[in-house]
């Protein structure tokens, strides 16, 4: 665990911040040089990906709020907007920056699909790079385990002091009492930040090979992405120990919202091929 990497005199430097950041000027690099290769002007691009920044931001906050309001207090304004802290939940940001998107594409002109197929595959590697952050920060992480996989994650600052401060994880399992009164470091858990990491690369990956074997229609990346993450977060899930709320049974809240997001992706799918790739086809025979 390495929350604070640096100090540029007083400021201290965040790792989950720095990460999103990295994260997020990867995914531009690549998104604006496509764009200007297919003719869209990168400044509008990156407009765009500013403002959805801080649109995912605020979205993936509030389902964070909403998911876990034990986390907040009036008595820390601060915290409602700490994010340097952690507490993002993904889901809450893909809805409100789409309809963001379409419409400011839309006001300049541009094709709202077309920038779909672009940036699919480079949100999944930025998201990928974001989740290094949470790896750093200590928060998703996953269950105990005695396999080789396992990660403990220490108290912060490293020393035996009481009470301690410092990895959610360690901490999870100290209150617990799970660890002796002086440990220094946390039972094992799988580090399912890096598997999201794997992951998120392996669907950027998958939809470049896609994308350049296959194009049905305009924008056909953009559900393939829901379901391709859904899958694969639901998997992630099952390893994951920091106490997503249930209430639906055996599953996670979180594994409901990515059943949301794979039936999502498929009905939009089958939607797109209907009123996009259709219309396309026709207009290509008559013309």
């Known amino acids: ?28 690099f690549f998104i604006q040089r496509e764009s200007k290769r297919a003719g869209i002007d990168p400044e509008v691009i990156g407009n765009a990906a500013f403002w959805s920044l801080l649109i995912g931001i605020a979205g993936t906050r509030l389902l964070h709020i909403i998911m876990f309001p034990q986390y907040y207090s009036w008595t820390d ?34 094709q709202f699909t077309k920038v779909a197929d672009i940036s699919a595959p480079f949100l999944a590697l930025g998201h990928g790079i974001g989740r290094v952050g949470c790896f750093l920060n200590g928060c998703c ?7 080789i996989l396992g990660v403990s994650f220490r108290r ?3 020393s035996a002091a009481t009470p301690p401060t410092g990895s959610p994880p360690f901490l999870d399992q100290y209150q617990r009492g799970e660890l002796a009164p002086h440990a ?32 049905p ?17 639901f998997i992630v899930e099952f390893y994951r120990g920091d106490h997503n709320p249930t209430h639906f049974g ?19 799918f089958f939607a797109m091929k209907h009123y996009l790739a259709k219309p396309a086809a026709e207009k290509a025979r008559s013309a």
Request: aromatic fraction near 20%; include cysteine.
């Open 141 to 147: 992480y996953g269950k105990e385990t005695s396999g």
């Open 156 to 158: 912060f600052p490293f």
């Open 1 to 28: 665990m390495l929350p604070i990497l640096f100090k540029i005199g007083p400021i201290p430097i965040h790792s989950y911040g720095l990460m999103i950041a990295i994260g997020f000027l990867t995914a531009l």
């Open 184 to 215: 220094l470091w946390s039972h094992p858990v799988y580090p399912t930040q890096l598997f999201s990491t794997a992951g998120l690369i392996l669907i950027c990956v998958l939809l470049l090979l896609i994308r350049r074997k296959w194009h």
């Open 250 to 268: 055996t599953l996670s809240d979180q594994q409901i919202l990515c059943i949301v997001f794979v039936v999502f992706g498929f009905a939009l």
């Open 77 to 110: 304004p601060i915290g409602w907007i700490a994010i340097w802290r952690g507490g993002l939940v993904f889901q809450g940001g893909p809805p409100a920056v789409l309809i963001f998107l379409y419409f400011y594409l839309k006001k300049h002109g541009i």
């Open 217 to 233: 229609f305009d924008g056909f990346m953009l559900p393939i992405y829901f379901v391709f993450y859904g899958v694969f977060r």
